[in-house]
C-alpha cells in the first residue's frame, strides 16, 4: 500500500478550511526524477542551440576578420604601386624637359627667318593687315571660321 502526505490550504480571512490533497510519496519521487531529467535535457538542448549560435557568430566575425585584412593588403600594395607610378612619372617628367631644352637650345633663328622669308615667301604683315579684337576668358584662340570685322 502507498503513503499518502497531507498538505493544508488556507483560503482568505476567514475560518480555515482543509482541503485535503494526496500525493503518492512513492510516485512522487519518480516523478520529481522524471521532470528533472526532463529539465536537464531541456536544458542540454538550450546548451547546444547556444554553443551553435556562438560558433556561428565566432565564425562570421572570423570571415569579415579575414575579408578586411585581405582588402587592407590589396589597399597597402595598390599605394605602393601608385607611389612607384608617381616616382616614375615623374622622372619622366624631368627627362621630357630635358629633351625640350636641349632641341630648344639647338633651334637656329637665323635659319629659320632665311627658310621662311627666302624659300617660303614669306612676309610680314602691313599696316592694314593686322586686327585685333578681345578673345574672351582664355588665352588661347582656336580658329573655326572668319575673324569678325569690326
Known amino acids: 500500500m502507498t503513503e499518502y502526505q497531507r498538505q493544508m ?8 478550511q482543509e482541503v485535503p490533497q494526496f500525493h503518492p510519496v512513492g510516485k512522487n519521487k519518480a516523478a520529481a526524477r522524471i521532470e528533472k531529467r526532463r529539465k536537464l535535457r531541456r536544458a542540454n538542448k538550450a546548451n547546444l542551440v547556444y554553443t551553435l549560435t556562438a560558433i556561428g557568430i565566432v565564425g562570421v566575425i572570423l570571415g569579415f576578420c579575414v575579408s578586411y585584412l585581405s582588402l587592407r593588403t590589396s589597399v597597402q600594395a ?9 616616382r616614375k612619372l615623374d622622372t619622366m617628367k624631368l627627362e621630357n624637359n630635358e629633351e625640350e631644352a636641349r632641341i630648344a637650345a639647338n633651334v637656329d633663328y637665323d ?3 632665311e627658310t621662311a622669308v627666302k624659300d617660303l615667301g614669306m612676309v610680314y604683315p602691313g599696316m592694314g593687315q593686322i586686327e ?15 575673324v569678325p570685322k569690326q
Open 78 to 86: 595598390g599605394a605602393a604601386e601608385v607611389a612607384s607610378l608617381q
Open 9 to 16: 490550504y488556507v483560503s482568505g480571512s476567514a475560518a480555515p
Open 132 to 146: 585685333t579684337y578681345e578673345a574672351g576668358d582664355s588665352e588661347y584662340v582656336m580658329q573655326y571660321s572668319d
Open 111 to 113: 635659319q629659320v627667318y
